[in-house]
């Protein structure tokens, strides 16, 4: 069973960092390409980033293209999403999730921008 | 970059209903096309995928259809827990954009 798990969520003023982390397990990570989705307070869903399974191609949705950086770690399972430069309407759960089969999608982590 | 159009954005209807729900891709996306269900306060949960492949664990009376830029998701009776807010992704190209969701409400 896919199991992602997200962490590193929390409160930041604008203008600031953060990096947030999925850990997966229960299926081969170095093998498939992985997404970052968010969801702002009372709103849709969103499709922030994509990486492959290498690491080697990274897109981003239009919205965070040159503020934030999808990487991945496959010896650690681990995939990153670093955010800079945050602005209040990045306010949203991150989640983490794989596409495809098999599928999995994580609990989330908050990330609220405000001053 | 590919829209999707989803419709309609809310309605109301009654357990045992049939429900359609449409997706429009603003171009071919090669039946790259997953449905998702929400509930207020939990993660999305995938219903179908490739269009049309049931997810495991998921009922039957579920159902997605369509190829090119249109697709639909059909419940076939709706159920008390069916009651949530439904979205279409496409995944074929980047960047993958989702539909608006559609709220489902009970008449």
């Known amino acids: 069973e896919v199991q992602l798990l997200e962490s590193g969520g929390g409160l930041v003023r604008p203008g600031g960092s953060l990096r947030l982390s999925c850990t997966a397990s229960?299926?081969?990570?170095?093998?498939?390409?992985m997404n970052w989705v968010r969801q702002a307070p009372g709103k849709g869903l969103e499709w922030v980033s994509a990486?492959?399974?290498?690491?080697?191609?990274?897109y981003h949705a239009d919205s965070v293209k040159g503020r934030f950086t999808i990487s991945r770690d496959n010896s650690k399972n681990t995939l990153f999403l670093q955010m800079n430069s945050l602005r209040v309407d990045d306010t949203a759960v991150y989640y983490c999730?794989?596409?495809?089969?098999?599928?999995?999608w994580g609990q989330g982590t908050l990330v609220t921008v405000s001053s | 970059d590919i829209q999707m159009t989803q419709s309609p954005s809310a309605m109301s209807a009654s357990v045992g209903d049939r429900v359609t729900i449409t997706c429009r891709a603003s171009?071919?996306?090669?039946?790259?096309l997953a449905w998702f269900q929400q509930k207020p306060g939990k993660v999305p949960k995938r219903l179908i995928y490739?269009?049309?492949s049931l997810q495991s664990g998921v009922p039957s009376r579920f159902s997605g259809s369509g190829s090119g830029t249109e697709f639909t998701l059909t419940i076939s009776s709706l159920q008390p827990e069916d009651f949530a807010t439904y979205y279409c992704?496409?995944?074929?190209?980047?960047?993958?954009?989702f539909g608006q969701g559609t709220k489902l409400e009970i008449k």
């Open positions: 999730a794989k596409f495809g089969s098999p599928y999995g």
């Open positions: 229960g299926f081969t990570f170095s093998s498939y390409a």
């Open positions: 990486i492959s399974y290498s690491g080697n191609n990274a």
């Open positions: 171009q071919g996306i090669n039946n790259y």
């Open positions: 490739a269009a049309s």
């Open positions: 992704l496409q995944d074929n190209s980047y960047p993958y954009t």
